[in-house]
Every structure is written in C-alpha cells, then in structure tokens.
C-alpha cells in the first residue's frame, strides 16, 4: 500500500510568520499535534509540534503572542513521497524518530502521513502491518528536533 492511500489529505498548515499562540490555537481546534510550516508559495519550511511550543516558547519563557512560529518550529523537515510504501515511510519514522511525515508529490505539500494513519491500515495487508510494527520497534519514542 503506497503513503498516498494511506495519508490525510486534509492539510492544516501554518505560516512561519504566524504568532505561536495562533498556531497553537490551529492545533487546539484541528486536535492535531504537529502542522507543516509553510513559507511564501506554501513551500515547505519545517515543521511545528506542541512539544515545539512547550519547550522552545512557554519553557523559554518567550510570549507566544508576539513570539513567530519560524522562532520556536523544527527547520528541515523529513519528507515521504506520496508514491512510497507504507514500508519505506515506516522505516523513515522510525530512521529519524518522527511520528509525523508531511506528504509530497512533484515537489507540492499533499498530504500528512501519522503512525495513527499507519495503525489503521495495519489491517488492511501484510506491508502495511510490517510498516506498522517498525515503527513501534524503538521504545519510549519521542519526537526528535532537527
């Protein structure tokens, strides 16, 4: 099963100029915990977790009412193609310790890839439970900042 049959396509993404309290009020409504930071265009820039605004906004002490997300976001973010196996993107996860992938195709942000979007299709087929079960190999993981 490819990443694309897998993914939401529903993107919630957000500015790297946006303060952080609007980002952190995108994730409150959408009950995410990570969104695609876009630049002019909407190309990517990186990527913003709650983890983000806890550690590198409230524990800095910054104000996330005029602190902007490109401050506080993960810059560099790791990428799965929309063609690639629900194997190939497991294997990325878990390579760089991510529970989210945002999704790309031709260069274009299309979609966010989650280790919940994998469990559900663990059902569904022998790859897509393989894929599953790598990403869960490592114990205690936890997202890791660029």
């Known amino acids: 099963m490819q990443v694309k049959d897998m993914m939401s396509s529903h993107l919630i993404t957000v500015d790297r100029e946006e303060t952080v309290a609007a980002a952190a009020r995108l994730l409150s409504r959408h009950n995410v915990g990570a969104l695609p930071v876009t630049a002019s ?12 605004i806890t550690v590198r906004c ?33 294997r990325t996860m878990g390579k760089h310790r991510v529970r989210r992938l945002p999704v790309t195709q031709d260069g274009k942000l299309v979609g966010m890839l989650s280790q919940g979007d994998l469990a559900v299709c663990a059902d569904q087929g022998e790859e897509a439970a393989q894929a599953f079960r790598t990403v869960f190999e490592s114990d205690g993981m936890e997202e890791k900042q660029p």
């Open 41 to 52: 265009g909407g190309r990517l820039v990186g990527m913003l977790t709650d983890r983000d």
């Open 58 to 90: 409230v524990a800095a002490n910054f104000d996330p009412n005029i602190t902007r997300v490109r401050t506080v976001m993960s810059s560099g973010a790791v990428t799965v193609n929309a063609e690639e196996s629900g194997l190939g993107a497991a």
